[in-house]
T-cell receptor, first 113, second 115 residues
Framework: AQSVSQHNHHVILSEAASLELGCNYS??????LFWYVQYPGQHLQLLLK??????LVKGIKGFEAEFIKSKFSFNLRKPSVQWSDTAEYFC???????????FGTGTRLKVLA | GAVVSQHPSRVICKSGTSVKIECRSL??????MFWYRQFPKQSLMLMAT?????????EQGVEKDKFLINHASLTLSTLTVTSAHPEDSSFYIC???????????FGPGTRLTVL
C-alpha cells in the first residue's frame, strides 16, 4: 500500500532562515507528487506539484521541491522563510492513473519574527 | 484558481442525529469529488470517492451506511453522517477534481462536533 511520511512534525525557525521539509513515499510505480499548505483557519492550497520532467519544481511564494526518484523523496525547500510562512505543510502522492491522494501527517512550521 | 465551498463550516449536533455536509465546485465541473477526514494533529485520511451519477467508492474501514454520499450533479456532492456519535467528531474536508487540469481543489472543511 502507498504511504507518505513526513519526518518533521514541528519546525520552528527564525525569519530569513532556510527551510527544508522532508517527504518520503512508498510506492513502486509512477507517482505524482504535491505539497499543500494550510494557513491557520484556511483551507488547503497547492504550493507546487510534480508530474514529470525537471525534478526540481518551483512553486508559489518562493517554494521549491526536488523529486529524487532513487530516494523516493520530494523535499520542500525555501531559502529564506518569512513570518507569513507559518502554517502546516502536507506532502501528498497519487499513483499515476488514479485520482486518490495519500497525504503525509503534516509538518507544522512556526516562523518567529 | 478553482473554488470549492463547503457548507456548513461548523456544526454541533446531539448524538443520534444525522448531519449533512455539502461540497460544491463553484466555477468548474467535477465528475469526481473526494471526502477526507482529519483528526486533530493528524493527516487527511481519504474516506470515499464520490462519482457523479454512480455509487461512491469507500476506503477500507469506512462504513458506507454510516457515511452516506450522494453526488447528484457535476457541482455538488453531499456527505451525510447518520446517527452521529461523539467519535464521529472531526474535521471533514472535500476536494473536487477539475476535469480540465486534472487537479484537485480542496474545500475549507467542516468541523463536526457531536455532543
Amino acid at each position: 500500500a502507498q504511504s507518505v511520511s513526513q519526518h518533521n512534525h514541528h519546525v520552528i525557525l527564525s525569519e530569513a532562515a532556510s527551510l527544508e521539509l522532508g517527504c518520503n513515499y512508498s510506492y513502486g510505480g509512477t507517482v505524482n507528487l504535491f505539497w499543500y499548505v494550510q494557513y491557520p483557519g484556511q483551507h488547503l492550497q497547492l504550493l507546487l506539484k510534480y508530474f514529470s520532467g525537471d525534478p526540481l519544481v518551483k512553486g508559489i511564494k518562493g517554494f521549491e521541491a526536488e523529486f529524487i526518484k532513487s530516494k523516493f523523496s520530494f523535499n520542500l525547500r525555501k531559502p529564506s522563510v518569512q513570518w507569513s510562512d507559518t502554517a502546516e505543510y502536507f506532502c501528498a502522492v497519487n499513483a499515476e492513473g488514479t485520482y486518490k491522494y495519500i497525504f503525509g501527517t503534516g509538518t507544522r512550521l512556526k516562523v518567529l519574527a | 484558481g478553482a473554488v470549492v465551498s463547503q457548507h456548513p463550516s461548523r456544526v454541533i449536533c446531539k448524538s443520534g442525529t444525522s448531519v449533512k455536509i455539502e461540497c460544491r465546485s463553484l466555477d468548474f465541473q467535477a465528475t469526481t469529488m473526494f471526502w477526507y477526514r482529519q483528526f486533530p494533529k493528524q493527516s487527511l485520511m481519504l474516506m470515499a470517492t464520490s462519482n457523479e451519477g454512480s455509487k461512491a467508492t469507500y476506503e477500507q474501514g469506512v462504513e458506507k451506511d454510516k457515511f452516506l454520499i450522494n453526488h447528484a450533479s457535476l457541482t455538488l456532492s453531499t456527505l451525510t453522517v447518520t446517527s452521529a456519535h461523539p467519535e464521529d467528531s472531526s474535521f471533514y474536508i472535500c476536494s473536487a477534481r477539475d476535469l480540465g487540469s486534472n487537479e484537485q481543489f480542496f474545500g475549507p472543511g467542516t468541523r463536526l462536533t457531536v455532543l
